[in-house]
């Protein structure tokens, strides 16, 4: 018994080394699992900071000529996302402006604004935005937004202090003021709302992928660093656990940087305690990992896996519930996001990092990614016995023939 636990530690350890030296031997590898996961964060991050814009120019066509069509352009101009520069007299000379770069946006009033306000319709003003960078969009939204909300509570304190004269004595001010308090994102910026998240997706795709290559690459090439580590040991689940301590170890640093010094760098919002969350996230490292070993039923080159990138990390942004709720899902997208262990990931690390939520706040999330990472590598164990192995043990007697 000695003597076969003894063997059992020696393939254990023969099988890690040698996965080391399969991962630093494939340049395929070494890009997910090094590269990718340091240069994407900062190139995302860098694309939307600043987080904000303030003062971006816009032009207005003003047909209404009137006391309230000036006071609403007033208003817009003294908000921080907008800067009026000008007026323009009709549609084609607003857009000649944008098409030059002089503004980014047009706000058109029509003529009769005031008139329908007076009467107590509904004054419309259009807003034009050109759309090559969606913060500049989000910007003069919610300038108009709130101007336009603010000047419906003035008209409306306005007419129920004209009906009820009493009323001024109680009315003062917006009827239904709004505090908007962001609690983890307090610049309301796009990059810290987004990114956090992305983190997390960035790291479960790079493990998955690199886990998916690491098997294609045998299954291509079983002598490609001279050791087939598939073989060597006689249990599957003895190869599957010295290779995933192989990619854990390598992972380790990148994943530090990731969700530590990226939003230290960028100013992300960051209330959680980095050693809870490495707590957190471990359980989703190890159901990536069996993600993974299910994944290299389908990658029999190395070649594959980089058409894969694209589509899944897609599919995988759609399901964490980043840009589209879980809430909003129909059943079968739900359960398909249910089982990704990304999904439990982004919701608890965004809680925890943004929200400074703790580890036994997220004990619902903590306990459904360790139950996917046993799903998972039971999917992945059988995969390897049933899959991979025998493939790769026919295709070595079919060289040896």
């Not at 249990?235 to 230290?264: D, E, G, K, N, R």
Request: aromatic residues 12%; positive net charge; proline residues 5%.
């Amino acid at each position: 018994m000695l003597k076969k636990i003894k063997q059992g530690f020696r393939n254990f350890f023969m099988v890690y080394c040698h996965e080391f030296k399969l991962v630093f031997h494939d340049q395929g590898i070494i890009l997910f699992f090094l590269f990718l996961p340091i240069a994407y964060p900062i190139i995302y991050s860098l694309i939307y900071n600043p987080e904000l814009v303030k003062e971006v120019d816009m032009v207005v066509i003003d047909s209404d000529r009137t006391p309230l069509s000036r006071k609403l352009t007033r208003m817009i101009d003294a908000c921080d996302e907008a800067h009026i520069i000008g007026y323009a007299s009709d549609l084609p000379e607003a857009r000649k402006a944008v098409n030059d770069h002089r503004a980014y946006a047009i706000l058109q009033i029509p003529e009769g604004f005031a008139k329908k306000v007076g009467r107590g319709e509904t004054g419309n003003a259009v807003l034009y935005t050109e759309m090559s960078l969606l913060i500049r969009y989000r910007g003069f939204l919610m300038a108009a937004t709130n101007v336009m909300l603010e000047m419906g509570s003035e008209l409306q304190t306005k007419t129920i202090n004209e009906d009820l004269p009493l009323a001024s004595t109680i009315v003062t001010g917006d009827l239904l003021p709004i505090n908007d308090i962001s609690l983890g994102n307090i610049r309301s910026g796009f990059d810290s709302f987004i990114m956090p998240g992305v983190l997390i997706l960035i790291l479960h795709q790079c493990i998955v992928l690199a886990v998916g290559m690491a098997g294609g690459a045998k299954r291509e090439n079983p002598r490609l660093v001279g050791y087939n580590p598939v073989n060597i040991a006689p249990s599957v689940l003895s190869t599957m656990l010295a290779q995933a301590l192989c990619y854990i170890t390598v992972i380790a640093v990148p994943m530090i940087f990731l969700i530590h010094y990226v939003p230290l760098m960028f100013r992300f919002p960051m209330a959680g305690d980095f050693l809870q969350e490495i707590a957190f996230l471990i359980p989703m490292v190890i159901a990536a990992c069996g993600v993974g070993y299910a994944y290299q039923a389908f990658v029999t080159e190395r070649e594959e896996v980089f058409i894969s990138w694209v589509f899944t990390s897609v599919l995988f942004l759609f399901l964490s519930g980043l840009i589209w709720p879980r809430y909003a899902m129909p059943p079968v997208w739900k359960a398909l996001s249910a089982i990704c262990p990304s999904t439990w990931g982004v919701e608890g690390y965004i809680k925890m990092n943004s929200n400074g939520s703790t580890l036994s706040q997220m004990r619902p999330e903590y306990i459904k990614l360790w139950i996917l990472a046993g799903g998972w590598w039971i999917v992945g164990w059988a995969v390897r016995k049933w899959v991979v192995r025998p493939q790769i043990f026919g295709r070595k007697k079919k060289i040896s023939a």
